[in-house]
Protein backbone atom coordinates (compact mmCIF):
# COMPACT_ATOMS: atom_id res chain seq x y z
CA UNK A 1 0.00 0.00 0.00
CA UNK A 2 3.09 2.23 -0.84
CA UNK A 3 4.25 1.96 -4.35
CA UNK A 4 5.75 4.79 -6.37
CA UNK A 5 5.91 5.14 -10.02
CA UNK A 6 8.04 7.07 -12.37
CA UNK A 7 5.19 9.79 -11.52
CA UNK A 8 6.79 10.63 -8.70
CA UNK A 9 10.07 12.59 -9.16
CA UNK A 10 12.15 10.52 -6.47
CA UNK A 11 11.20 7.27 -8.47
CA UNK A 12 11.87 5.75 -11.58
CA UNK A 13 10.05 2.20 -12.07
CA UNK A 14 6.97 2.42 -14.56
CA UNK A 15 3.28 1.33 -12.65
CA UNK A 16 3.42 -1.10 -15.82
CA UNK A 17 6.32 -2.55 -14.65
CA UNK A 18 5.75 -2.58 -10.75
CA UNK A 19 2.64 -4.57 -12.06
CA UNK A 20 4.81 -6.83 -13.91
CA UNK A 21 7.29 -7.11 -10.61
CA UNK A 22 3.52 -7.67 -8.31
CA UNK A 23 2.56 -10.69 -10.24
CA UNK A 24 6.06 -12.37 -10.15
CA UNK A 25 6.07 -11.94 -6.59
CA UNK A 26 2.61 -13.73 -6.07
CA UNK A 27 1.28 -9.96 -4.65
CA UNK A 28 -2.61 -9.91 -4.19
CA UNK A 29 -2.55 -6.43 -4.78
CA UNK A 30 -0.72 -2.85 -5.05
CA UNK A 31 -1.85 0.81 -3.94
CA UNK A 32 0.41 2.90 -5.87
CA UNK A 33 0.50 6.67 -4.81
CA UNK A 34 2.01 9.79 -5.87
CA UNK A 35 3.69 12.29 -4.11
CA UNK A 36 1.62 15.28 -4.10
CA UNK A 37 3.79 18.21 -1.90
CA UNK A 38 3.03 21.61 -2.07
CA UNK A 39 6.20 22.68 0.28
CA UNK A 40 8.63 24.60 -1.87
CA UNK A 41 11.37 22.92 -0.20
CA UNK A 42 10.03 19.36 -0.82
CA UNK A 43 12.38 17.49 -3.24
CA UNK A 44 8.83 16.36 -5.31
CA UNK A 45 7.22 20.19 -4.99
CA UNK A 46 5.78 20.79 -8.51
CA UNK A 47 6.28 16.82 -9.75
CA UNK A 48 3.21 15.73 -9.54
CA UNK A 49 1.22 15.43 -13.22
CA UNK A 50 -2.74 13.92 -12.14
CA UNK A 51 -3.23 13.66 -16.08
CA UNK A 52 0.00 11.40 -16.40
CA UNK A 53 -0.72 9.35 -13.90
CA UNK A 54 -4.10 8.81 -14.61
CA UNK A 55 -2.76 7.28 -17.65
CA UNK A 56 0.21 5.14 -15.75
CA UNK A 57 -2.47 3.43 -13.61
CA UNK A 58 -4.69 2.59 -16.49
CA UNK A 59 -1.57 1.60 -18.12
CA UNK A 60 -1.08 -0.82 -14.84
CA UNK A 61 -4.85 -2.16 -14.59
CA UNK A 62 -4.43 -3.09 -18.45
CA UNK A 63 -1.45 -5.01 -17.64
CA UNK A 64 -3.12 -6.29 -14.42
CA UNK A 65 -5.65 -8.05 -16.87
CA UNK A 66 -7.29 -9.12 -13.22
CA UNK A 67 -4.67 -10.77 -12.01
CA UNK A 68 -3.72 -8.52 -9.36
CA UNK A 69 -5.29 -5.73 -7.28
CA UNK A 70 -4.06 -2.72 -8.89
CA UNK A 71 -5.41 0.71 -6.41
CA UNK A 72 -4.72 4.16 -7.29
CA UNK A 73 -3.71 6.50 -4.40
CA UNK A 74 -1.56 9.98 -3.13
CA UNK A 75 1.04 11.05 -0.51
CA UNK A 76 0.07 14.40 0.30
CA UNK A 77 2.95 16.03 1.95
CA UNK A 78 1.94 17.80 5.39
CA UNK A 79 -1.72 17.84 4.52
CA UNK A 80 -2.52 19.92 7.65
CA UNK A 81 -1.18 22.69 6.15
CA UNK A 82 -1.56 22.06 2.22
CA UNK A 83 -4.90 20.22 1.99
CA UNK A 84 -7.05 23.13 0.70
CA UNK A 85 -4.53 23.38 -1.86
CA UNK A 86 -4.33 19.89 -2.84
CA UNK A 87 -8.23 19.56 -3.24
CA UNK A 88 -8.16 22.24 -5.36
CA UNK A 89 -5.75 20.45 -7.75
CA UNK A 90 -7.55 16.87 -7.30
CA UNK A 91 -10.36 15.45 -6.50
CA UNK A 92 -9.64 12.97 -3.53
CA UNK A 93 -13.13 10.93 -4.76
CA UNK A 94 -11.19 9.97 -8.01
CA UNK A 95 -8.19 7.89 -5.77
CA UNK A 96 -8.93 4.71 -3.50
CA UNK A 97 -6.54 6.14 -0.82
CA UNK A 98 -5.15 9.06 0.58
CA UNK A 99 -2.03 8.99 2.55
CA UNK A 100 -0.63 11.57 4.75
CA UNK A 101 3.41 11.96 4.97
CA UNK A 102 4.77 14.53 7.22
CA UNK A 103 8.22 15.22 5.44
CA UNK A 104 8.75 18.17 7.27
CA UNK A 105 8.52 19.56 10.45
CA UNK A 106 6.99 23.48 10.62
CA UNK A 107 9.52 26.02 11.63
CA UNK A 108 12.52 23.14 11.63
CA UNK A 109 12.92 21.83 8.16
CA UNK A 110 12.73 18.67 6.27
CA UNK A 111 13.78 15.54 8.58
CA UNK A 112 14.83 13.25 5.69
CA UNK A 113 18.19 14.33 5.61
CA UNK A 114 20.96 15.09 8.31
CA UNK A 115 21.05 19.19 8.12
CA UNK A 116 18.23 19.68 10.64
CA UNK A 117 19.52 17.46 13.11
CA UNK A 118 23.01 19.04 12.59
CA UNK A 119 21.40 22.26 13.19
CA UNK A 120 19.08 21.92 16.35
CA UNK A 121 18.47 19.47 18.77
CA UNK A 122 18.13 16.21 18.06
CA UNK A 123 15.85 15.31 20.83
CA UNK A 124 13.62 18.48 20.36
CA UNK A 125 13.03 18.10 16.76
CA UNK A 126 11.56 14.82 17.55
CA UNK A 127 9.17 15.99 20.36
CA UNK A 128 7.68 18.98 17.50
CA UNK A 129 7.88 15.56 14.96
CA UNK A 130 5.49 13.79 16.94
CA UNK A 131 3.90 16.86 18.12
CA UNK A 132 3.11 17.77 14.89
CA UNK A 133 1.97 14.06 14.15
CA UNK A 134 -0.96 14.39 16.41
CA UNK A 135 -2.43 17.63 14.09
CA UNK A 136 -1.18 15.76 11.10
CA UNK A 137 -4.17 13.07 12.32
CA UNK A 138 -6.65 15.33 13.53
CA UNK A 139 -7.35 17.75 10.81
CA UNK A 140 -6.39 16.16 7.45
CA UNK A 141 -8.58 14.61 5.32
CA UNK A 142 -6.58 10.61 5.17
CA UNK A 143 -7.03 7.21 5.02
CA UNK A 144 -3.35 5.85 6.04
CA UNK A 145 -0.63 7.76 7.92
CA UNK A 146 2.47 7.23 6.22
CA UNK A 147 6.11 6.27 8.02
CA UNK A 148 5.76 7.49 11.54
CA UNK A 149 8.96 7.63 12.92
CA UNK A 150 10.58 8.42 9.36
CA UNK A 151 13.21 11.11 11.40
CA UNK A 152 14.91 8.02 12.26
CA UNK A 153 16.32 8.39 8.52
CA UNK A 154 17.81 11.93 9.38
CA UNK A 155 19.16 10.91 12.58
CA UNK A 156 21.15 8.12 10.83
CA UNK A 157 22.63 10.17 8.34
CA UNK A 158 23.64 12.65 10.88
CA UNK A 159 25.29 9.84 12.73
CA UNK A 160 23.14 10.32 15.64
CA UNK A 161 21.64 7.94 17.53
CA UNK A 162 18.18 6.41 16.63
CA UNK A 163 17.49 3.53 18.88
CA UNK A 164 15.31 5.24 21.63
CA UNK A 165 11.82 3.83 22.52
CA UNK A 166 9.58 7.09 22.17
CA UNK A 167 6.41 5.26 23.99
CA UNK A 168 9.09 5.78 26.93
CA UNK A 169 9.28 9.69 26.26
CA UNK A 170 6.53 10.33 25.50
CA UNK A 171 3.90 8.09 25.87
CA UNK A 172 0.79 10.39 26.30
CA UNK A 173 1.59 12.41 22.90
CA UNK A 174 1.92 8.84 20.90
CA UNK A 175 -0.84 7.89 22.95
CA UNK A 176 -2.66 10.88 21.81
CA UNK A 177 -2.07 10.28 18.42
CA UNK A 178 -3.25 6.24 17.89
CA UNK A 179 -6.49 6.99 20.02
CA UNK A 180 -7.02 9.64 16.98
CA UNK A 181 -6.11 6.88 14.36
CA UNK A 182 -8.94 4.78 16.19
CA UNK A 183 -11.51 7.56 16.37
CA UNK A 184 -11.33 9.05 12.82
CA UNK A 185 -10.51 5.66 11.03
CA UNK A 186 -7.55 6.23 9.66
CA UNK A 187 -5.02 3.64 9.45
CA UNK A 188 -1.44 3.34 10.44
CA UNK A 189 1.23 2.34 8.27
CA UNK A 190 3.75 -0.01 9.00
CA UNK A 191 6.64 0.90 6.69
CA UNK A 192 9.56 -1.44 5.87
CA UNK A 193 11.77 1.30 3.81
CA UNK A 194 13.70 1.54 6.88
CA UNK A 195 14.67 -1.74 7.18
CA UNK A 196 16.92 -1.44 3.93
CA UNK A 197 18.75 1.41 5.56
CA UNK A 198 21.52 2.22 8.12
CA UNK A 199 18.79 2.59 11.00
CA UNK A 200 17.40 -1.33 10.14
CA UNK A 201 14.17 -0.54 11.48
CA UNK A 202 10.39 0.14 10.74
CA UNK A 203 8.35 2.67 10.87
CA UNK A 204 6.78 2.98 12.92
CA UNK A 205 8.98 0.57 15.91
CA UNK A 206 7.22 -1.99 17.09
CA UNK A 207 6.29 -0.71 20.87
CA UNK A 208 4.52 1.94 18.84
CA UNK A 209 2.51 -1.01 16.80
CA UNK A 210 2.29 -2.89 19.99
CA UNK A 211 0.59 -0.16 21.59
CA UNK A 212 -1.85 0.71 18.84
CA UNK A 213 -3.50 -2.86 19.34
CA UNK A 214 -3.65 -2.83 23.14
CA UNK A 215 -5.40 0.39 22.38
CA UNK A 216 -7.97 -1.47 19.93
CA UNK A 217 -6.59 -0.60 17.09
CA UNK A 218 -6.99 -2.73 14.30
CA UNK A 219 -6.45 -0.45 11.10
CA UNK A 220 -3.08 -1.19 9.84
CA UNK A 221 -1.55 -1.16 6.34
CA UNK A 222 1.79 -2.62 5.15
CA UNK A 223 3.80 -0.33 2.95
CA UNK A 224 7.66 -1.02 1.46
CA UNK A 225 7.82 2.83 0.39
CA UNK A 226 9.10 1.05 -2.85
CA UNK A 227 10.87 3.79 -5.47
CA UNK A 228 13.73 1.81 -7.29
CA UNK A 229 15.55 -1.07 -7.78
CA UNK A 230 16.64 -3.07 -5.86
CA UNK A 231 14.41 -2.15 -3.13
CA UNK A 232 11.04 -3.08 -4.77
CA UNK A 233 8.53 -4.43 -2.40
CA UNK A 234 11.58 -4.78 0.19
CA UNK A 235 10.47 -6.48 3.47
CA UNK A 236 6.77 -6.97 2.96
CA UNK A 237 7.36 -10.62 4.60
CA UNK A 238 9.09 -9.23 7.98
CA UNK A 239 6.57 -6.62 8.60
CA UNK A 240 3.70 -8.93 7.68
CA UNK A 241 5.12 -11.30 10.60
CA UNK A 242 6.02 -8.18 12.78
CA UNK A 243 2.28 -7.37 12.50
CA UNK A 244 1.32 -11.14 13.54
CA UNK A 245 3.68 -10.83 16.47
CA UNK A 246 2.26 -7.47 17.73
CA UNK A 247 -1.25 -8.63 17.53
CA UNK A 248 -2.60 -8.02 14.48
CA UNK A 249 -4.38 -10.99 12.03
CA UNK A 250 -5.18 -8.94 9.18
CA UNK A 251 -3.89 -5.89 7.39
CA UNK A 252 -5.67 -3.37 4.83
CA UNK A 253 -5.62 -2.19 1.27
CA UNK A 254 -8.32 0.76 0.44
CA UNK A 255 -10.89 0.86 -2.63
CA UNK A 256 -12.53 3.84 -3.13
CA UNK A 257 -12.09 4.81 0.32
CA UNK A 258 -12.95 1.88 1.97
CA UNK A 259 -10.95 -0.25 3.77
CA UNK A 260 -10.74 -3.96 2.97
CA UNK A 261 -9.39 -6.62 5.20
CA UNK A 262 -6.88 -9.15 4.06
CA UNK A 263 -5.35 -12.23 6.18
CA UNK A 264 -1.40 -12.00 6.84
CA UNK A 265 0.81 -14.75 6.61
Not at 68 to 83: A, F, N, R, T
Not at 240 to 248: D, E, V, Y
Request: hydrophobic content about 40%.
Amino acid sequence: MHVHTSDSPDADIPARSLVQKGIGNNLGGIGFVAHLDLDPEDYCYGGFNAEEYDESIASARRESDGRISVMKGLEIGEPHLYEKQAKELVDYSHYDFITGALHSVEGIGMILGKEVFDDGDPMEIVKEYYSETLRVVEVSDIDILAHMGLFRRGLALAGLRYDFNEMQLWPETIDNILKVLIERDIALELNTSGLRRAEKITYPIPAILQRFSELGGTLVTLGSDTHREPHVFFGLKQGSALLLKTGFREAYAFVDREPQAFGLA
